[in-house]
C-alpha cells in the first residue's frame, strides 16, 4: 500500500503544495431510481447527466489541470470527458483510469433498491450506511483504498516537485500565498470565473482533478477529516459530511506537503464541500 514514505533525496527541508479537486460523477438511470449501482451494473450516464457533466466542465474550464484521474467505470469515465470538452486547456491531458476510484462494493445489493439495503441493515440493527451486505466491501476496506490512492498522489507530487526543481527556498511563502491565489480558485456563487483562475504558477506544485463516486468520496473526505484533520469552512454543518455529494458535486482541497528525509503526513485544507452551483440553472439536476 502507499504511504507517506521517503520522496526524494533532499538534504534540507522543502514545502510543497497541490490543489485538489473532487467530483462526484453525472446522474445515471439508476441513480434517478434510487438503485444500488456499486462496481458491479456499470451504467452509463443519462441525457440529464451528460448535462451536468458539461456543467461542471464550464464551471471549471479556467482552471489548468496538471494530472485527472478518474474510476474506471463508465459513468466516471464520461463524465471525466465531458469535463475535459470544455476545458480552455485541458481538453488533450491524458487521463489514467484507476480501479482504486470505484465505487464502493455493494455485493448482493447491487441492482436492487436502495430500500432493499436499508431494510436489510434495519435487521442486522446497523445503520444501513455503515451495513455491509454480503459480497459487498466494508468501510475499513473501502478506506485502505482511499488511503492508498491519496498516499499516491502525493507522493507523485512530491517526487515531481524534487526531479523539476520546481522547489526553491522560498517555495514555503510560495504554498501559503496559494490558497488564497487565483490559481486555486474557481467561480463564485454568481458564476463568474476569477481572471486568473487557469494556472499554477502562485505556488502549487500541481493542480489535480479526481472524479469518483458518491460513496466512495463520502468516505475520502471522513479520512481526511478523522485522520489527516482536515481545516473545514465555518459554514460545514455536521449534515454536509455525512450527506453523498449530488451528481457532479465538487470539492476543492490545498494539500500541503513537508518534505524533509521522508515525506511527512500532509496538511489539508478543504476550500468548498459537494458544491453544485453549477447545476442551478439546470430544470432537472
Known amino acids: 500500500m502507499t504511504s507517506f514514505v521517503r520522496a526524494a533525496s533532499t538534504k534540507r527541508e522543502s514545502m510543497v503544495a497541490f490543489g485538489l479537486t ?5 446522474q445515471t438511470r439508476y441513480n ?3 438503485i444500488m449501482q456499486g462496481q458491479g451494473l456499470d451504467e452509463p450516464l443519462t441525457d440529464t447527466g451528460f448535462k451536468q457533466a458539461n456543467a461542471a466542465g464550464m464551471y471549471l474550464r479556467h482552471i489548468r489541470f496538471t494530472h485527472v484521474f478518474t474510476s474506471d467505470l463508465i459513468r466516471a469515465k464520461q463524465t471525466t470527458a465531458s469535463i475535459l470538452m470544455n476545458s480552455q486547456h485541458c481538453r488533450e491531458i491524458p487521463v489514467k483510469c ?3 476510484l470505484r465505487e464502493r462494493k455493494y455485493g448482493v445489493a447491487e441492482g436492487r433498491p436502495l430500500s432493499d439495503l436499508k431494510a436489510m441493515a434495519k435487521e442486522a440493527g446497523e445503520p444501513y450506511l455503515s ?3 454480503p459480497g459487498g466491501e466494508t468501510l475499513d ?3 485502505a483504498r482511499v488511503k492508498d490512492f491519496f498516499g499516491y498522489l502525493c507522493n507523485l507530487v512530491a517526487q515531481e516537485a524534487c526531479l523539476e526543481k520546481q522547489v526553491s527556498p522560498g517555495a514555503e511563502a510560495n504554498t501559503e500565498m496559494a490558497e488564497g491565489s487565483p490559481a486555486t480558485s474557481l467561480p463564485n456563487h454568481h458564476g463568474g470565473p476569477d481572471s486568473n483562475s487557469e494556472g499554477v504558477a502562485s505556488g502549487l506544485a500541481a493542480n489535480i482533478l479526481v472524479v469518483s463516486h458518491g460513496a466512495y468520496m463520502r468516505n475520502w473526505i471522513g479520512y481526511f477529516i478523522s485522520d489527516l484533520q482536515c481545516s473545514l469552512p465555518a459554514t460545514v454543518t455536521k449534515a454536509d459530511l455525512s450527506s453523498v455529494t449530488p451528481n457532479t458535486g465538487i470539492s476543492r482541497f490545498i494539500v500541503k506537503l513537508e518534505m524533509r528525509d521522508s515525506l511527512l503526513p500532509p496538511q489539508i485544507r478543504c476550500l468548498f464541500l459537494n458544491r453544485s452551483d453549477h447545476l442551478r440553472d439546470m430544470s432537472d439536476s
Open 22 to 26: 473532487v467530483i462526484r460523477h453525472g
Open 32 to 34: 434517478k431510481e434510487k
Open 98 to 100: 484507476d480501479a482504486r
Open 131 to 133: 451495513f455491509t451486505p
Open 141 to 143: 476496506e473501502v478506506k
